[in-house]
Structure formats: structure tokens, C-alpha cells
């Protein structure tokens, strides 16, 4: 039976498109998708109900599908989180738990776990943030991205366990919907552009954040999976970069396309969250040690989110 790759949180804003270029890179049937709920899109390939928390039948789905690599998106992001800290840290570091046991006992032999700027906190410096820096998370989401960072650097040095991490910055993608973050604003403002021509921001005009358009972050997951394993120099979590804006310069961006676009500013308690987080991130170690670049520009990004989004929306009427 031929080896197949497993993802873990397949129906979420990540997984959604993770599974699709998967696919096509190794084919529909060897891509395993699996969530707890239905997925969103209609699927290609085979598609599991998995419950991540549930060790046993984790175990079940990759004995079945013979899985020797394993995607691990499954979480709860940071606004989410907050709202309910002790399932977020179940969640987010027992779902890592089980998969890592799994390498530990050569069940499988590889592990994609995202990690997130999340792992910053206040005292980090915010301009350019290097690789090795203070680590002081504020939120739940972050406090459990932190510890599962150091958990994978203690399985790699314990017991060699192959498992390989980023830190991602603020995901857009036009093909899901927002799952619960704090840099969710820069999706959901496209979608209020091209709805209402208006968006009320629950951050700040000024806020800046490293964010990263949905192709790219896609990019980064499979290049540093696919690179030698000699290349792979840090086991806790490479910083990403992709471009840094604040909801200002995407709404001037956006009145480029929707001249009448109008954005105002309510700011939550998301945004006490923003603001400790970094502004610019230093990814120069992605670069040097497995040739990462960013393709994004903010006025690329904006041109390729309208228009894909337009074509959606356009669909679903």
C-alpha cells in the first residue's frame, strides 16, 4: 500500500487550500483530508470525521490510509481562544501531543505544525523581529503556540522525531471563511468592500501587522516540507514574513477598486492582542536555509482578493 499524507484541520482557512495544492502535487487519493466537522469545499480525495483529541482514532485513520506524513492545523485561534482558555489549551497542545507520540514511536515519520507570531508578546521587540528574541505571549493561543514550540524542539533533540514548523503571520485567502483571529479584519474587509462598500475595523487605522497572502503561507508549508532534511536548522519554529500593512493603507488600496469604499474604526478587545504582537518580522533563516521568498506585494494581494472574491460571491447568488 503507497504512502499517504494526512491533514488535520483540512476544513479551516489553512487547510482548505493546504489539501488542494497537496493534491495536486501527489494526487487526490493520497492527500487524506480530515476535520471534526464537514469540510466546506466538495472533496477530491478521501475525507475522515476526526476528532484530533481522540488518540485511538487518530490511530485508526493513519493505520487505514498507510499516512507517514502528517499536517497538523487543528487549533483555536487567539479572539477565539480567549473566550475559552482551558479547551484552547487542550486543544492546541494535546492534538500536538498525539501526533508527536505517534513520530516518537515511528508510526509516522514526518510532522508539518504551524507555529504564529502569536509566540511574541510585549516585551519583543516589534520592528523586524529577529529569530531569537525575547518570548513573552499574552494570550492563550500564544502562551500554547510557545510551549508547543519548545515541544517539538524536545522531540526532535529526545528522540529524533522529524517536525518541522513555522511561525505564521496573518493569513488571507479568499477561499474560507475567517476562523477567529486577530488579523482577521484584512478577509473579512474584502468581503464587506464588495458586499456593503463600507467596513467597520475592530482595530485601529494606525495598528501594523505581518500578514502573508494564502498562496504564499501554502508555499512556505510545502517548500520547507519538501526540503533535505539537512537544510532544516531550527526544530522550534522559523519566522515568516510576507508584507506588513495597517488597516489604513489596505483600505487605501481597496479605494482603488470600490471608490466609494468607506472604513471606520470601533477598536475590541482584539485590539489590546494586536498590539502586542510584532509589526515586521526577520525571516532572513527561512531564506538562508531553505530559499524561502515571498511573492506578494499589498497591491498585488488586493488585486487577486477582489477578483477572486467578486467571482465567489458572484457564484453564490
Same mark, same amino acid.
Given at each position: 500500500m503507497s504512502k499517504s499524507i494526512l491533514v488535520i484541520g483540512s476544513s479551516g482557512q489553512i487547510g482548505t487550500e493546504l489539501v488542494e495544492e497537496l493534491r495536486k502535487i501527489y494526487g487526490n487519493s493520497h492527500v487524506i483530508a480530515s476535520d471534526i466537522k464537514?469540510?466546506?469545499?466538495?472533496?477530491?480525495? =478521501?475525507?475522515?470525521?476526526? /476528532?484530533?483529541? &481522540?488518540?485511538?482514532?487518530?490511530h485508526a485513520i493513519i493505520k487505514k490510509h498507510n499516512v507517514k506524513e502528517v499536517y497538523l492545523l487543528a487549533a483555536l485561534l487567539s479572539a477565539t481562544a480567549e473566550k475559552n482558555p482551558a479547551f484552547a489549551w487542550d486543544l492546541n497542545m494535546n492534538s500536538l501531543f498525539n501526533v508527536l507520540e505517534l513520530a516518537k514511536e515511528k508510526v509516522i515519520d514526518k510532522i508539518f505544525w504551524p507555529s504564529?507570531?502569536?509566540?511574541?508578546?510585549?516585551?519583543? @521587540?516589534?520592528? &523586524?523581529? =529577529?529569530?531569537?528574541t525575547v518570548m513573552e505571549p499574552t494570550t492563550v493561543y500564544g502562551i500554547s503556540k510557545q510551549a508547543g514550540e519548545r515541544w517539538c524542539e524536545y522531540y526532535h533533540n529526545k528522540y529524533g522525531v522529524d517536525v518541522r514548523s513555522i511561525r505564521y503571520p496573518g493569513l488571507i485567502g479568499y477561499k474560507s471563511l475567517p476562523g477567529g483571529g486577530t488579523t482577521d479584519y484584512a478577509v473579512d474587509i474584502f468581503h464587506q468592500a464588495i458586499k456593503t462598500n463600507s467596513y467597520e475595523c475592530f482595530l485601529s487605522e &494606525?495598528?501594523?501587522? =505581518? *500578514? *502573508?497572502? *494564502?498562496? /504564499?503561507?501554502?508555499?512556505?508549508?510545502i517548500q520547507i516540507m519538501q526540503s533535505p532534511k539537512e537544510n532544516i536548522k531550527i526544530w522550534s519554529s522559523y519566522n515568516l514574513s510576507g508584507i506588513s500593512f495597517t488597516p489604513k493603507e489596505i483600505a487605501v488600496e481597496i479605494k482603488k477598486h470600490y471608490p466609494n469604499f468607506n472604513i471606520t474604526y470601533k477598536p475590541d478587545f482584539r485590539q489590546q492582542i494586536? /498590539?502586542?504582537? @510584532?509589526q515586521s518580522i526577520d525571516d532572513s533563516r527561512a531564506k538562508e536555509d531553505w530559499n524561502w521568498?515571498?511573492?506578494?506585494?499589498l497591491e498585488k494581494m488586493t488585486n487577486e482578493m477582489l477578483k477572486n472574491l467578486e467571482q465567489l460571491l458572484k457564484q453564490k447568488i
Open positions: 464537514k469540510p466546506q469545499v466538495e472533496q477530491t480525495g =478521501p475525507f475522515e470525521e476526526l /476528532d484530533i483529541l &481522540n488518540k485511538e482514532q487518530l504564529s507570531i502569536a509566540v511574541f508578546g510585549p516585551t519583543t @521587540p516589534r520592528q &523586524n523581529t =529577529p529569530q531569537f &494606525n495598528t501594523a501587522l =505581518p *500578514m *502573508m497572502y *494564502m498562496s /504564499d503561507a501554502i508555499k512556505a508549508t494586536a /498590539d502586542s504582537w @510584532p521568498k515571498a511573492n506578494y506585494t
